[in-house]
């Protein structure tokens, strides 16, 4: 499959879009046995998401079936194999969309749920009143509800993976040697934090260029390991038969995260938004630019009061709206009438596509 210069085609109309995160992959140390272990979780995902649509169910519970495979897969960034915060705990981050009446359920900072995007989803059906639950009040509504809602309650440890806290031990050194030059790793990509804008690109470049980590042997992009590992955030936006939309997103966060830092996955409007009168998007990066600047929204504003396409939506929002703020990831993109947009300014994304009749694709780069 062709990466966002070269979209693939010639299939008919899309129904489901999966990511697994966006970043500083890097091609030269992917393994072959990694790359295959992605690429086949991202398969599943959307054969998951596929058979709820191909059986006549809804958009929203297709993205809630392929965003679990992926959070089961401890390749990604999401439920099990989430990346940690700095004190060595785990904190997950979900939410689920859908269009047609923009019901949307989401949690923050959970911790016992073993597929944080069902405990979005429960949000959705059985808290009425609010969209948004976050931490301890998170966790408690999740237990409330597990039985009714089939949530399963694991104990955190379930979720920590030996990669997880090799990742952060990394991230902290580097973040030790970094201090020193004055520069902070982002816990995520190639990008910059909050408060680089006034930064020349070279100075950017040279915060977290792999050319900069070389100069301090052992210690490795945060995100990568010695095999190119990378964490990713998980995502999936789809379109059922009665042309309803549905977005979901999930995620560890990012690596090193202060306790209690939400990122842009739970909010909609960033990282997670559908409706039907649009598009259905999920994003992935660096959530502070996400949030800041409403790119999940901003895709849907631009077809909603420009009239522009949705691949042209999904590129602007990318590569100017996020870069604005010097932001890094990608998103993808569905709309009702099947059409569907990739776009990244990383090096790679983790994704894949389903078409009508059930053919798959998948890429990295
Ligand atoms: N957007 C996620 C966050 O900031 C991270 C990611 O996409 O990998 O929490």
Do not use: W
């Not at 989401?106 to 995007?117: E, F």
């Not at 690596?255 to 994003?283: H, L």
């Not at 929204?297 to 939506?313: F, P």
């Amino acid at each position: 499959m062709a990466n966002q210069k070269n979209q693939p085609s010639g299939k008919g109309c899309a129904v489901l879009v999966v990511h697994g995160g966006a970043g500083a992959i890097n091609r030269e140390k992917l393994t072959a046995s990694r790359e295959r272990q992605c690429l086949s979780t991202l398969e599943q995902a959307l054969r998951a998401g596929f058979k709820v649509i191909n059986d006549g169910g809804a958009s929203l519970d297709a993205v809630v079936a392929a965003v679990k495979v992926l959070e089961d897969a401890p390749v990604f960034n999401a439920g099990k194999g989430s990346c940690m915060t700095r004190n060595g705990k785990i904190e997950m981050d979900a939410a689920v969309m859908e269009g047609t009446k923009l019901a949307a359920g989401a949690v923050a900072s959970i911790t016992c749920v073993k597929n944080p995007v069902t405990a979005a989803r429960a949000v959705l059906q059985y808290c009425p009143h609010h969209v948004l639950l976050v931490g301890g009040g998170a966790d408690a509504f999740a237990r409330k509800i597990a039985e009714e809602a089939g949530l399963k309650i694991v104990d955190p440890s379930y979720f920590r993976t030996k990669n997880a806290e090799e990742t952060l031990k990394r991230f902290l050194e580097m973040e030790k040697v970094l201090k020193k030059k004055g520069k902070r790793p982002s816990g995520l990509t190639t990008g910059a934090g909050q408060g680089d804008e006034d930064k020349s690109p070279a100075e950017l470049m040279e915060l977290e260029d792999l050319g900069d980590i070389e100069d301090f042997p052992g210690i490795v992009m945060p995100e990568l390991d010695k095999t190119g590992k990378k964490y990713g955030t998980v995502g999936a936006v789809a379109v059922d038969r009665s042309g309803a939309l549905a977005a979901a997103t999930s995620t560890g966060g990012t690596v090193g995260k202060d306790p209690g830092r939400v990122g842009d996955s739970p909010i909609i409007g960033a990282g997670t938004f559908a409706d039907n009168e649009t598009c259905a998007v999920s994003a992935t990066g660096t959530g502070e630019h996400f949030i800041r600047n409403v790119i999940g929204h901003e895709v849907s504003a631009l077809i909603r009061y420009k009239g522009v396409s949705l691949q042209e939506a999904a590129r602007q929002a990318i590569f100017v709206n996020l870069a604005r703020t010097r932001g890094d990831g990608g998103i993808i993109a569905i709309n009702r009438a099947g059409e569907f947009a990739m776009h990244y300014n990383t090096l790679g994304m983790y994704r894949g596509v389903v078409f009508a009749d059930g053919s798959v694709a998948t890429a990295i780069f």
